[in-house]
């Protein structure tokens, strides 16, 4: 029992800890270092007898009272309350938060947004390379950090929807005529594309297994050739010793008739000589 409550409170607390992980993960807005970003925070009526509050990570960077800005700089401020950020820095990421309040004190609108911080995207390098033993050609896109980047790939100018990885296999029984292959690496908030590549593999090589084929064939038809050989000079050298040994007989039986009418006469000679 202690066992499955343990068990449960272990799925349970790495479930939580997923949560708050896909929590930190989720960005309402995504900027590259350099850029302007407003954050999209809108009050139509603002009026000067409001208090608009900004914080980013809970540190309070613009503060306006009685139309009075005294944390932050008033021109980043629009008349309905949003906040251009000017020259984003990693250390810009963070959660961002407007708290605008009634006269009375109480609340009138708030915004929370979580901003990340990315790199933008390199050029990425497209290289091939010819695999006449798959009959392919296989194309990587390299990049030389890729972080969560996605991929895309385009064949004579048009889009591989389906395809969204770094490497790319197409056969070349496919690659007929000539065909342009270009990458693009992507994030939120870049895109770059490589430099158009031509593979230039020869016509495709007939299949290996034809080559494969071609020489078991000629082994097999080496092998039975041998072997038809082999049996011809058996069947050669049986019919010899089979003439030799047939012959042998004969005379043999020949031999034996002649000294059996030989000894058939001799008795009778034998006799006469009693
Ligand atoms: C704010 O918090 C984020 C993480 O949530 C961090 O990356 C960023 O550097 C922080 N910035 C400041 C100025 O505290
Ligand atoms: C505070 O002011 C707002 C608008 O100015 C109003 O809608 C709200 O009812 C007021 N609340 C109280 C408690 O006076």
Not at 93 to 113: C, D, F, I, R, V
Not at 123 to 147: E, F, M
Request: proline share 5%; glycine share 6%.
């Amino acid at each position: 029992m202690a066992r499955f409550a343990a068990t449960l409170g272990v799925i349970i607390l790495s479930g939580f800890i997923n949560l708050t992980a896909a929590n930190k993960d989720t960005c309402d807005l995504h900027a590259v270092v350099g850029q302007s970003l407003t954050l999209p925070f809108v009050y139509e009526e603002l009026a000067n007898s409001h208090v608009l509050r900004w914080t980013h990570n809970s540190t309070i960077i613009l503060y306006r009272q009685q139309g009075k800005v005294s944390v932050g700089k008033p021109e980043d401020l629009s008349a309905t309350g949003s906040l251009v950020l000017k020259n984003l820095q990693f250390s810009s990421a963070g959660e961002y938060q407007a708290k605008l309040l009634n006269p009375n004190g109480t609340l009138a609108k708030s915004w929370t947004g979580r901003l990340c911080m990315m790199d933008k995207v390199s050029k990425p390098q497209l290289a091939y390379i010819c695999d006449p033993k798959s009959g392919a050609v296989n194309l990587n896109c390299h990049v030389a950090n890729p972080q969560s980047w996605m991929f895309s790939w385009m064949l004579n100018e048009k889009t591989l929807t389906s395809e969204t990885r770094p490497t790319l296999s197409i056969s070349l029984a496919q690659l007929k005529g000539e065909m342009s292959f270009t990458c693009s690496v992507a994030n939120k908030v870049s895109k770059e594309k490589s430099d158009t590549v031509r593979p230039n593999c020869k016509s495709p090589p007939p299949p290996p297994t034809i080559c494969f084929k071609s020489k078991t064939v000629v082994a097999v038809l080496a092998g039975g050739a041998g072997l038809i050989l082999l049996l011809l000079i058996i069947i050669i050298v049986l019919c010899i010793c089979h003439i030799r040994i047939k012959t042998q007989m004969r005379r043999r039986d020949e031999g034996e008739m002649r000294m059996h009418s030989l000894n058939k006469r001799v008795p009778d000679s034998i006799k006469a000589l009693y």
